[in-house]
T-cell receptor, first 116, second 113 residues
Framework: GAVVSQHPSWVICKSGTSVKIECRSL??????MFWYRQFPKQSLMLMAT?????????EQGVEKDKFLINHASLTLSTLTVTSAHPEDSSFYIC????????????FGPGTRLTVL | QQQVKQSPQSLIVQKGGISIINCAYE??????FPWYQQFPGKGPALLIA?????SEKKEGRFTISFNKSAKQFSLHIMDSQPGDSATYFC????????????FGTGTKLQVIP
């Protein structure tokens, strides 16, 4: 149980285009999902907290208009990188909190974004 | 106040040996301390977690030791195996994990045969 999936697992796009990444909790309902960014050989940096049915809470320094987050249902959150540039190339990871398990977070497999 | 410091940055251990990774935190509001294992190109996976009401928690070959007064906690991997080679992250959160998780900087473990 407590499986989180991400789609796509990797994506290559041209500079200036937008990319949407999906995060799904497969066997539980997640009122809260988190989006992280990880650069090579570095730790995970929280970008935003996504709550179902409300606006996402962004961490300091994260551009809201560039990284659009939508949490429309209890099992799906999406991250859209708008007008992507090469510096947005990174590993994006989501996690979902299973409230049945004392708030434990379960992570998705990540999405590798490469912007040419 | 939100930092979690982790050491060492990298670690090489022989098969069968003990791997030890240390972490320290500053925020006394933290009350949930998970450890995650991450393989290259994959998301982190929860390995083991502890709450401050106990000083030690063991699951198989993995043990967390927790020192509340020193605000330190560590992960011990007994009988380390090559399959344990991965990056390990300690983390901390408040409100029993219901608040956002703050990650340590990571330790790359290599277990050599």
């Amino acid at each position: 149980g407590a499986v989180v999936s991400q789609h796509p697992s990797w994506v290559i796009c041209k500079s200036g285009t937008s990319v949407k990444i999906e995060c799904r909790s497969l066997d539980f309902q997640a009122t809260t999902m988190f989006w992280y960014r990880q650069f090579p050989k570095q730790s995970l940096m929280l970008m935003a907290t996504s709550n179902e049915g409300s606006k996402a809470t962004y961490e300091q320094g994260v551009e809201k208009d560039k990284f659009l987050i939508n949490h429309a249902s209890l099992t799906l959150s999406t991250l859209t990188v708008t007008s992507a540039h090469p510096e947005d190339s990174s590993f994006y990871i989501c996690s979902a909190r299973d409230v049945r398990k004392s708030g434990e977070q379960f992570f998705g497999p990540g999405t590798r974004l490469t912007v040419l | 106040q939100q930092q979690v410091k982790q050491s060492p940055q990298s670690l090489i251990v022989q098969k069968g040996g003990i791997s030890i990774i240390n972490c320290a935190y500053e925020n006394t509001a933290f009350d949930y301390f998970p450890w995650y294992q991450q393989f290259p190109g994959k998301g982190p996976a929860l390995l083991i977690a502890i709450r401050p009401d106990v000083s030690e928690k063991k699951e198989g070959r993995f043990t967390i030791s927790f020192n509340k007064s020193a605000k330190q906690f560590s992960l011990h991997i007994m009988d380390s195996q090559p399959g344990d080679s991965a990056t390990y992250f300690c983390a901390a959160a408040s409100s029993g994990g219901y608040q956002k998780v703050t990650f340590g900087t990571g330790t790359k473990l290599q277990v050599i045969p």
